[in-house]
C-alpha cells in the first residue's frame, strides 16, 4: 500500500473546558451558577459549535432535564426561557502575568 493513500484514523480534538468561565442562569430573580458538572457540559458544546446540551441541575429540582442554548444564550423549562451568562471569572489573568 503506498503511504500517500493511507489516513491515520481521525481523532476527535479533545477540547478541555475552560476553569475561568463560570454559567449563570437567571431565576428567580437572581443569577445563579449550575451545578459543576453542567459548567463543562457548557463549555464543551460550546467548544464543538453545539447548538443545544440536556442537562440535569439543582437548580431544577423534580426536573429529568432541562435543554439548555449556550449559544444563544438562554435555557429553556416547561415552554419558559431563561437568560444565560458566562462570566470570565477574575482569576483568568493569572496564567498570562
Do not use: C
Request: hydrophobic content about 35%; aromatic content about 18%.
Amino acid at each position: 500500500m503506498d503511504s500517500h493513500y493511507y489516513q491515520q484514523p481521525y481523532r476527535y480534538p479533545s477540547h478541555r473546558p475552560s476553569l475561568y468561565y463560570t454559567w449563570l442562569v437567571f431565576k428567580d430573580e437572581r443569577w445563579q451558577p449550575f451545578d459543576l458538572i453542567n459548567q463543562t457540559k457548557l463549555e464543551q458544546t460550546l467548544s464543538v459549535d453545539g447548538t443545544f446540551v440536556d442537562i440535569s441541575d439543582s437548580l431544577f429540582p423534580g426536573v429529568k432535564r432541562v435543554r439548555v442554548f449556550p449559544r444563544s444564550n438562554y435555557l429553556s423549562y416547561l415552554g419558559v426561557k431563561y437568560r444565560l451568562s458566562r462570566v470570565l471569572q477574575p482569576d483568568a489573568w493569572a496564567d498570562f502575568s
